[in-house]
């Protein structure tokens, strides 16, 4: 039932003729900056991975979820957003989101338990989906129709820098103060946000707030919990255990139920009636896989970078800074690209540079280059910069106009989805190859490899040379032999992910049979 409302608070208009000249940019300043601190915090997790890893002795499976936990939240609650948004006014939904993601912040600074992590995660991904999307709202209610593609633009152009800027901050953090600090170095921003919003954001509220379906979206948080708690313990439980079982049965039932509800509802949060239109079922398709290896790439490469290269959290966060900056200075061309191209050719190039960006890094070690995988990042993000106005405009014109709106939210459900959900996939599988590699490296290691002995004889000459007592030269020996196939595991394992993931461009090809809208 919808709630009627009535209401005399301040409209963008009624800003507008109170601050004049200077409330377009204000705004403008505000939502960019908001929206983009939320993305720098996403972002940035990838470079503290191997630390927080060490402190609380867990291992990527467990690690990932600080990364995929967030982005879950964020897409949940983007579905909330505009419910809030017209319940409180855009003030003070931005300004409690704000709230929310500082407390939370602060949680995950001081926190002594992974567990306690993991939730101050997901608040912080709350407060991210609410903040996107009021900032997004803001400014689409707030700029006439000829000015809005410019807004947006600015809104488009800090989110990618967001994304370079995120590892690169974050590794200047964790050098400088620790790991705990990246919860609250996005926290000056924050701040100023907050108060420039008092100012900046309409405080208007819906004259008629429509119902809100709290039982689908209680079935949508249902599933994705069970998935993720399963797939983080997945591995160490056993994936046929009960426990396991159980959490994988409740998610399929309550995804099902999710489904079953939104195609009988008039007004469903997600409306999954698009899906019977191909261009815009294989859009999504391709929208998921473009979220995965997005968001895929920026958690997997600062973590191979420190886990297999032995970088710094500074230089592993620098790897992502240049390819954003490039992708940022490439929006325009990208925009003319999409005029005078087709959307099936534009998808292909898309992820074909992705594939291309990914593959060699399924060779990569620790010898390779540095600026041999700065390059390949490049190269994937130019991929994903190139993708996504292709896969939205493929989605988009094959639906009525009537349907733009949702379809459009719905398009971005997926890419979202699969940010979280593919990526937490995605390092489950590099989780179970580390440790088939490590238990196939560990199986070769014996008295008739020679290779092994003549590491051992060597450990034991350098322990002997540092005065260390001879009891202690065959333990030493094994230490490092065994530090040596957990890297080499570590390696393959990496290798083998981001060799399935280059793969990822196929769903393009299918994109093809058909025109666009037929």
């Known amino acids: 039932m919808a709630i009627e409302r009535h209401t005399t608070e301040e409209t963008a208009d009624d800003l507008s003729r109170r601050y004049g000249a200077a409330y377009l940019p204000l705004l403008t300043v505000t939502a960019v900056t908001a929206a983009s601190t939320m993305m720098i915090s996403g972002t940035s997790i990838g470079v503290v991975v191997p630390d927080v890893m060490g402190a609380f002795g867990v291992g990527q499976d467990k690690a990932q979820l600080m990364a995929t936990a967030f982005y879950i939240a964020m897409t949940v609650s983007q579905l909330l957003s505009v419910w809030l948004g017209g319940l409180l006014g855009q003030r003070r939904a931005f300004s409690i989101a704000l709230l929310l993601f500082a407390m939370a912040s602060v949680v995950g600074a001081t926190a002594e338990d992974f567990s306690l992590i993991v939730f101050a995660r997901v608040v912080q991904g709350v407060g991210a989906g609410l903040i996107q999307t009021q900032t997004m709202l803001a400014l689409f209610q707030a700029f006439p129709a000829e000015r809005r593609g410019m807004a947006l633009g600015f809104y488009a152009a800090g989110m990618v820098l967001a994304i370079g800027i995120g590892p690169a901050l974050g590794g200047v953090v964790v050098e ?33 707030l429509p119902a809100f379906d709290w039982l689908g979206y209680a079935l949508l948080i249902v599933a994705f919990y069970c998935v993720m708690t399963g797939l983080a313990d997945g591995q160490r439980q056993g994936w046929f255990s009960n426990a396991i079982a159980a959490l994988f049965g409740i998610a399929i039932l309550s995804g099902g139920a999710f489904v079953w509800l939104q195609l009988s509802r008039s007004a469903p949060l997600l409306d999954f009636s698009l899906f019977l239109r191909r261009p815009f079922l294989i859009s999504s398709c ?63 190039i898309g992820l074909l540079l992705f594939a291309v960006g990914t593959f060699p890094l399924a060779a990569a070690d620790a010898n390779t280059p540095f600026l041999h995988v700065l390059l390949f990042v490049v190269i994937v993000r130019l991929g994903m910069s190139v993708n996504l106005p ?43 190859r580390t440790h088939f590699h490590s238990d196939v490296l560990a199986s070769t290691q014996s008295a008739a490899n020679d290779a092994s002995q003549e590491m051992l004889a060597g450990v034991r000459r350098v322990l002997e040379q540092f005065g260390f007592a001879g009891a202690d030269h065959q333990p030493g020996a094994l230490h490092c032999l065994g530090q040596v196939v957990h890297a080499q595991a570590t390696a393959r394992g990496f290798q083998d992910s981001f060799l399935v993931l280059s793969i990822g461009f196929l769903p393009a090809l299918l994109l093809g049979r058909r025109r666009p809208g037929a």
Request: hydrophobic share 60%; with cysteine; net charge positive.
């Open 286 to 348: 391709v929208g998921f896989v473009v979220g995965m290896g997005n968001f895929g790439s920026i958690y997997a490469v600062p973590v191979f970078a420190q886990l297999v290269q032995n970088l710094t959290p500074l230089d592993a966060g620098m790897l992502m800074l240049p390819a954003s900056l490039i992708a940022l200075c490439a929006l325009p061309l990208i925009g003319r690209l999409a005029d005078s191209v087709t959307p099936r050719t534009g998808i292909v």
């Open 390 to 432: 292709f896969v939205t405009r493929t989605a988009l014109a094959s639906l009525p106009a009537d349907k733009v709106d949702i379809g459009a939210g719905t398009l971005n459900f997926c890419r979202q989805l699969g940010a979280s959900l593919g990526t937490a996939v995605w390092v489950v599988f590099l989780d179970i």
């Open 176 to 208: 400088a103060f620790g790991w705990r600090y990246i919860f609250l170095a996005p926290m000056p921003l924050v701040f100023c946000v907050f108060l420039a919003g008092l100012f900046a954001m309409s405080t208007v509220r819906a004259a008629r």
